[in-house]
């Protein structure tokens, strides 16, 4: 909205209105061209600092706060620190008098300039908090929306199933009355046909007698003894003729289960909203092994994504398999692939990309948790060997060996390329990728141990997050981050898995190589059953990790 015309606040007190040309910040006054000159000569205002009104927003927001709330002409001056608020001379002796810690405003404001830093970091770090769950709530906006889409497709095609198996059950039933009606008809037109033939037969003998007076006695008589004969035959034919037939009439059994299913289905299902919390203490809590899942038939497992908050895709490298899982490890579905497999990732609605060696390739596969399957949708040639991939804001990164650094080369979500960028610093042998945004990404150096940290913007450009040779950290393959951007690194060589700060800064040891963590490959810190848990894969099995507070 456009702003008023300011008018002088000393002729406004006085009933007159004169448009304001001067703004003083310690009177928090607008001034008049008349007043402000009487404003700098006077002995108590000619040292104060007058300002041009256009500019009276930059400094109004910190002046308007110098004088008290009680006693609107007097200004602040001491400050009480057992109530934690400024105010003037007539109130620090009227309501703050038994106070123990008074002191002027000149005093305190000595020393606020060296207070600045440390707010500023203070509020700087919850800022930035806010932003990471400002990132989450959108993104759990977004998959809400997702959700809910992705419910009203399973609903419009479990119904269409149901009317599609209704529908042919219904012509089933249909063809076996069409046929029953036809193989009675047929076998009632034989039989009345042979009634009719007898019936002819019957009226052309009725016809002779009715016409006897027409015949010789002599031809009357040889008639009548041959119709004679015909009599016990006729009797015969008629009576097996009626004996035999039976009248049919058609009926239909409808199942019980038919009969009664629209008056029994009291609901088509209810829709559940499932609250997760993200109150976890990512750096100072505990991993708590929750389960060790074997996979039948796999003996080095690459990697693990989670689709649906509900299943796991693992992909093992030397069976070539890529297997469907649910929570507990039963498999449900598997697929073969058309090399090694190195890192996975989840794409779009129930879609798993795999990075694939020998030969070159990015394979899309579709997860069906409907019929618990999955299909091959298309592969992607590559110009390298694939190791990391991931997918995010509708694109897929996939980084590709290269003996000078790093190549990422991106795709959109039909799988058509679209731009690649080359970083000089790592290598791509055994490394993984995790997209912290479109741009930004942190990547494994297997050969060298170390992380880096590059932002797609700035071409060629990349920064160490951390070297751990000297504190035990060899051979780094995989690579995640949690809700609050922490970093997870699990490495192969030295059997554990380290924890990083969103700025890359060392936090501790999270996991250390026992029984079960040995040569972790794939690494993921994800929503699994309602719960944020860590999935770590080691050879053929995945480890699965609970958050803990204690």
Not at 189 to 203: D, I, R
Not at 359 to 375: A, Y
Not at 400 to 417: A, M, P
């Amino acid at each position: 909205m456009q702003r008023k015309e300011e008018v002088c606040d000393y002729c406004r007190r006085q009933e007159k209105s004169q448009p304001a040309i001067s703004w003083c910040s310690e009177c928090c006054d607008r001034l008049c061209e008349t007043c402000v000159k009487f404003h700098n000569v006077n002995r108590l205002t000619m040292e104060h600092k007058v300002c041009n009104v256009e500019n009276q927003s930059q400094t109004e927001s910190a002046s308007t706060h110098l004088f008290c709330q009680q006693h609107a002409s007097r200004k602040l001056e001491v400050y009480c620190f057992d109530h934690e608020e400024p105010c003037c001379l007539m109130c620090a002796t009227v309501s703050h008098r038994k106070c123990e810690k008074v002191s002027s405003l000149d005093e305190c404001s000595q020393n606020s300039a060296h207070e600045v830093p440390r707010l500023l970091e203070q509020f700087e770090e919850l800022a930035t908090k806010c932003n990471m769950e400002v990132t989450r709530i959108t993104s759990d906006k977004e998959n809400l929306c997702k959700d809910s889409k992705d419910i009203e497709t399973r609903i419009k095609v479990l119904v269409e199933e149901i009317v599609q198996a209704l529908k042919e059950r219904e012509r089933a039933v249909l063809a076996k009355l069409d046929e029953s009606e036809k193989e009675h008809c047929l076998a009632l037109q034989k039989t009345l046909e042979e009634f009719l033939a007898l019936k002819k037969k019957l009226g052309g003998n009725i016809e002779k007698l009715r016409n006897s007076e027409r015949f010789s006695k002599l031809a009357l008589f040889l008639e009548m003894k041959k119709m004679g004969k015909e009599v016990p035959d006729a009797e015969f034919l008629f009576n097996n003729l009626v004996k035999a037939y039976k009248t049919p009439t058609l009926d239909v059994y409808i199942d019980e289960r038919v009969q009664h299913f629209h008056s029994s289905l009291k609901t088509f299902g209810e829709i559940k909203v499932n609250q997760k919390s993200n109150t976890i203490d990512y750096k100072s809590g505990k991993l708590v092994l929750e389960k060790s899942l074997s996979v039948t038939g796999s003996t080095c497992l690459t990697d693990v994504e989670v689709v649906h908050d509900s299943y796991m895709v693992a992909a093992c490298q030397t069976s070539q398999t890529l297997y469907l899982l649910d929570a507990s490890g039963s498999r449900q579905s598997s697929i073969k692939l058309s090399g090694m497999s190195w890192g996975i990732t989840a794409f779009q609605d129930y879609q798993v990309c795999v990075a694939i060696r020998d030969p070159n390739l990015v394979g899309i596969f579709r997860v069906d948790i409907t019929n618990l399957s999955i299909t091959k949708l298309k592969e992607l040639p590559m110009t390298g060997n694939a190791w990391g991939i991931y997918a995010v804001d509708e694109k897929l990164i996939v980084s590709l060996s290269e003996s000078n650094g790093q190549i990422f080369k991106v795709y959109d979500k039909e799988g058509n390329y679209c731009e690649e960028h080359q970083v000089t610093q790592g290598d791509s042998y055994c490394s993984a990728i995790h997209a912290v945004s479109r741009n930004s990404l942190l990547y494994t150096n297997f050969n060298d141990s170390s992380i880096f940290s590059t932002n797609l913007n700035n071409a060629g450009t990349a920064t160490t997050v951390k070297l751990q040779a000297g504190k035990g950290m060899r051979s780094p393959i995989g690579v995640t981050c949690d809700p609050e951007g922490n970093i997870y690194v699990a490495c192969f060589s030295s059997h554990n898995v380290f924890q990083f700060d969103p700025s890359g800064e060392f936090i501790r040891l999270i996991l250390q190589q026992n029984s079960g963590v040995q040569c972790p490959y794939g690494i993921r810190v994800k929503y699994l059953e309602d719960d944020i848990k860590l999935l770590l894969t080691c050879q053929g099995k995945i480890l699965i990790y609970q958050f803990s507070d204690s």
